[in-house]
Nanobody, 125 residues
Framework: QVQLVESGGGLVQAGASLRLSCTYYGRTFSRYSMGWFRQAPGKEREFVAAISDSGTVSPYADSVKGRFTISRDNAKGTFYLQMNSLKPEDTAVYYC??????????????????WGQGTQVTVSS
């Protein structure tokens, strides 16, 4: 059984930084591609970033390009989303997800096998 647990969300002012973590509980973390998604109130969930099992990073969502960085530490079974220069429009619940088969080119569109419970990020102006 696989479980994903996010942490690191919070309330910050515009321009601040946060680092989200997602810890994977289960076997074979290194074989999964991992993604970050977010959902703002009244909006559909959207892709943010993904990293393949081999460490290749997918193209970021345009809205976060240049500000967010995804990374993974297979030894710790954890992957991260470093968020800099946060904007009020980044306010959302952020979810991490794991997929066994997507590549860096396809992770943006994958359905993902496992999802975390979400962590709230609120950016005030």
């Amino acid at each position: 059984q696989v479980q994903l647990v996010e942490s690191g969300g919070g309330l910050v002012q515009a321009g601040a930084s946060l680092r989200l973590s997602c810890t994977y509980y289960g076997r074979t973390f290194s074989r999964y591609s991992m993604g970050w998604f977010r959902q703002a109130p009244g909006k559909e969930r959207e892709f943010v970033a993904a990293i393949s099992d081999s460490g290749t990073v997918s193209p970021y969502a345009d809205s976060v390009k240049g500000r967010f960085t995804i990374s993974r530490d297979n030894a710790k079974g954890t992957f991260y989303l470093q968020m800099n220069s946060l904007k009020p429009e980044d306010t959302a619940v952020y979810y991490c997800a794991a997929d066994r088969s997507c590549s860096a080119d396809t992770c943006r569109y994958a359905t993902y096998d496992y999802w975390g419970q979400g962590t709230q990020v609120t950016v005030s102006s």
